[in-house]
């Protein structure tokens, strides 16, 4: 079977398949800094350890949100709804850490508001319980 070009695909397999692609560009950065720094650690680069050691909870949740997104990204492509579910809750906190940080007008919650609407696009493809017809 050969695979659909983009114009053949269905209007709802269009929406899950850019809602997706945005949560994967929404990790890119992290998965190419944990990249970074496991080639860091191979290579014995002393510094990261010590910043590690330095602040671990920070580490901790780094790697856990990413974990996240990685997780909604893959949800959402298996057309799940607990993918788009997790995607509007890591998008929200995002706007609303920019916002209770004074920081609102920023490129990263541009982004954010960007995948909420894409999620919101996508959900009737994704039947979220949120979105009622």
């Given at each position: ?6 114009y053949?695909?269905?209007?709802d ?21 944990l990249?970074i ?46 993918g ?22 920023t ?16 959900a ?8 009622s017809?």
């Amino acid at each position: 079977m050969r695979p659909l070009a983009w114009y053949e695909l269905s209007e709802d397999d269009r929406r899950i398949s850019v809602a997706h692609t945005f949560l994967w560009l929404s990790c890119a950065g992290g998965l190419l800094g944990l990249l970074i720094a496991v080639v860091a650690s191979v290579f014995g680069h002393a510094g990261l350890w010590a910043a590690l050691a330095a602040h671990p909870a920070r580490s901790f949740t780094t790697i856990s949100f990413l974990a996240l997104y990685v997780t909604a990204a893959y949800l959402t492509g298996r057309r799940r709804a607990a993918g788009g579910l997790l995607g509007l809750a890591l998008f929200g906190y995002s706007i609303v850490a920019h916002l209770l940080s004074g920081r609102i007008f920023t490129w990263s919650t541009a982004w954010a508001l960007l995948g909420v609407i894409l999620i919101f696009r996508a959900a009737d493809a994704l039947k979220l319980p949120i979105i009622s017809d």
